[in-house]
């Protein structure tokens, strides 16, 4: 068996081990309410928790929320937390804007779902147009679930099986996208459950920023769109090469390929989300998470030419299922908060208070990165800042890859849950939302400064 490195991303293994065991000890042991009451209450779920996600914190156990509120969170045993995991993005905007609070008890009292539109629809519909541009609209109630009807229209209008997608991406937990990349070859992800088809037969995997690819896969002639956030996320953040996203535009556009931008994650970059404050012109737009404030809701949109052409090849098909929509998609309290976020709380004033937190917080953890002499850099798109440890720039999903340190990232995520700070636990995301204070992106930059001195020092 091969002998595990002594250093892990400049961090010597010993201190990383004393420092992981005496974290996990002491969030355990300052807790005994939640043990308490997840040792009585948790067997009724699978493997204890009600969606297996919430095993993936690095604690030695889940935390049991007793309220949340702007940027704070409260545990059952009372302890404040300053929340710059925010739901990994649904909370974008902090917990339970008001306009939103209202809207819930407004609409809770005019009735939850009848499968018609709502005044609120209309205006949503005008409001989504005007902050994200001219599209045509639908809503969903997650991104994955827009992402994947989004796909099942760029096939139909082009005729064509494939999309193409770049390795290490996440659009959800659509299935033609769980690719990546094994020896230049398209190959389903390890660790899919339940996956009996071959992905590669509908799905292309190519690495971010290596147009050269985009372009080969193209020419085949098989390509009904491409999936693609502006900026990877989800994992150890990727930003665009300069003019890569004119060449993915120009390409797509000359093979007759569908552009396809999910903004779910980079709606942290300004009013319109990733697409407007950069000016890129996909043919379809998909965001979800927070844009309903929190509730929950997706919307994905079109544009004219485009929906021209899916309304003329739908009206041509047999009648039955599409294998579009749900149930309690485009529900009425989707449509309430929708119209509450987009007139109340997503705001160029929340978004310029997000905007100098954020480089206020990039630019702190990047001074404790450089006084402690770690090989790790600081990502920042919008609200959402991301350290990451290795070198930087990243280019693509395999550097990404590699670029990953579970357990110095799992043993950091504790140690910092114990000073009062919660960050993402699948990588190490962090949004400041409207309602984050100085005060509180100090008390991570200094909790962060702390873990380094402990591991480095």
Same mark, same amino acid.
């Given at each position: 068996?091969?002998?595990?490195?002594?250093?892990?991303?400049?961090?010597?293994?010993?201190?990383?081990?004393?420092?992981?065991?005496?974290?996990?000890?002491?969030?355990?042991?300052?807790?005994?309410?939640? @043990?308490?009451?997840?040792? %009585?209450?948790?067997?009724?779920?699978?493997?204890?928790?009600?969606?297996?996600?919430?095993?993936?914190?690095?604690?030695?156990?889940?935390?049991?929320?007793?309220?949340?509120?702007?940027?704070?969170?409260?545990?059952?045993?009372?302890?404040?937390?300053?929340?710059?995991?925010?739901?990994?993005?649904?909370?974008?905007?902090?917990?339970?804007?008001?306009?939103?609070?209202?809207?819930?008890?407004?609409?809770?009292? @005019?009735?939850?779902?009848?499968?018609?539109?709502?005044?609120?629809?209309?205006?949503?519909?005008?409001?989504?147009?005007?902050?994200?541009?001219?599209?045509?609209?639908?809503?969903?109630?997650?991104?994955?679930?827009?992402?994947?009807?989004?796909?099942?229209?760029?096939?139909?209008?082009?005729?064509?099986?494939?999309?193409?997608?770049?390795?290490?991406?996440?659009? !959800?937990?659509?299935?033609?996208?769980?690719?990546?990349?094994?020896?230049?070859?398209?190959?389903?992800?390890?660790?899919?459950?339940?996956?009996?088809?071959?992905?590669?037969?509908?799905?292309?995997?190519?690495?971010?920023?290596?147009?050269?690819?985009?372009?080969?896969?193209?020419?085949?002639? %098989?390509?009904?769109?491409?999936?693609? %956030?502006?900026?990877?996320?989800?994992?150890?953040?990727?930003?665009?090469?300069?003019?890569?996203?004119?060449?993915?535009?120009?390409?797509?556009?000359?093979?007759?390929?569908?552009?396809?931008?999910?903004?779910?994650?980079?709606?942290?970059? !300004?009013?319109?989300?990733?697409?407007?404050?950069?000016?890129?012109?996909?043919?379809?737009?998909?965001?979800?998470?927070?844009?309903?404030?929190?509730?929950?809701?997706?919307?994905?949109?079109?544009?004219?030419?485009?929906?021209?052409?899916?309304?003329?090849?739908?009206?041509?098909?047999?009648?039955?299922?599409? !294998?579009?929509?749900?149930?309690?998609?485009?529900?009425?309290?989707?449509?309430?908060?929708?119209?509450?976020?987009?007139?109340?709380?997503?705001?160029?004033?929340?978004?310029?208070?997000?905007?100098?937190?954020?480089?206020?917080?990039?630019?702190?953890?990047?001074?404790?990165?450089?006084?402690?002499?770690?090989?790790?850099?600081?990502?920042?798109? !919008?609200?959402?800042? %991301?350290?990451?440890?290795?070198?930087?720039?990243?280019?693509?999903?395999?550097?990404?890859?590699?670029?990953?340190?579970?357990?110095?990232?799992?043993?950091?995520?504790?140690?910092?849950?114990? @000073?009062?700070?919660?960050?993402?636990?699948?990588?190490?995301?962090?949004?400041?939302?409207?309602?984050?204070?100085?005060?509180?992106?100090?008390?991570?930059?200094?909790?962060?400064?702390?873990?380094?001195?402990?591991?480095?020092?």
């Amino acid at each position: 068996m091969p002998k595990k490195p002594d250093l892990i991303a400049g961090v010597r293994r010993n201190r990383l081990e004393a420092m992981a065991t005496r974290e996990a000890r002491r969030y355990a042991r300052s807790r005994p309410r939640t @043990r308490a009451a997840l040792a %009585e209450g948790a067997a009724a779920w699978l493997d204890g928790v009600p969606m297996h996600w919430m095993k993936d914190w690095p604690m030695p156990h889940p935390m049991l929320v007793a309220r949340a509120t702007g940027a704070r969170l409260t545990d059952i045993d009372g302890f404040g937390i300053d929340d710059f995991c925010l739901g990994d993005t649904g909370s974008m905007f902090g917990h339970s804007p008001a306009p939103v609070a209202r809207a819930i008890r407004r609409q809770a009292r @005019r009735g939850l779902t009848f499968m018609l539109p709502t005044e609120d629809a209309l205006e949503a519909g005008r409001l989504l147009t005007g902050r994200f541009g001219a599209f045509r609209w639908q809503v969903a109630t997650t991104a994955t679930d827009a992402n994947r009807f989004a796909l099942r229209v760029a096939r139909a209008v082009t005729g064509r099986p494939r999309v193409l997608v770049f390795n290490g991406c996440y659009h !959800g937990t659509v299935d033609d996208i769980f690719v990546t990349l094994r020896n230049g070859k398209t190959v389903n992800r390890p660790g899919l459950l339940g996956q009996v088809a071959d992905l590669s037969l509908v799905a292309t995997a190519v690495e971010f920023n290596d147009i050269a690819a985009v372009e080969a896969a193209l020419k085949t002639g %098989e390509i009904a769109a491409i999936l693609t %956030e502006p900026v990877m996320t989800n994992s150890c953040m990727v930003l665009p090469d300069p003019g890569f996203h004119r060449a993915l535009r120009d390409l797509s556009r000359q093979h007759g390929t569908v552009l396809i931008i999910d903004e779910t994650h980079t709606i942290s970059s !300004g009013p319109g989300g990733y697409t407007r404050v950069h000016g890129l012109e996909p043919d379809m737009f998909v965001v979800g998470k927070c844009v309903a404030g929190g509730m929950p809701a997706a919307v994905w949109g079109m544009t004219d030419a485009l929906a021209d052409r899916y309304l003329a090849v739908n009206a041509g098909r047999d009648p039955g299922h599409s !294998g579009m929509g749900t149930t309690l998609s485009a529900n009425p309290m989707q449509f309430a908060c929708l119209r509450a976020t987009l007139e109340e709380v997503m705001t160029e004033a929340a978004y310029a208070h997000m905007e100098q937190g954020a480089a206020r917080l990039a630019a702190g953890l990047a001074a404790v990165i450089a006084a402690h002499h770690a090989p790790w850099h600081v990502v920042r798109v !919008g609200a959402r800042v %991301e350290f990451i440890c290795a070198p930087g720039p990243l280019r693509n999903g395999s550097d990404a890859a590699q670029a990953h340190q579970p357990d110095l990232e799992a043993a950091i995520h504790t140690a910092l849950l114990n @000073r009062g700070c919660l960050i993402a636990p699948f990588h190490n995301m962090m949004l400041v939302s409207p309602a984050t204070k100085k005060r509180q992106i100090d008390r991570l930059i200094a909790a962060f400064d702390e873990i380094l001195t402990d591991l480095l020092d």
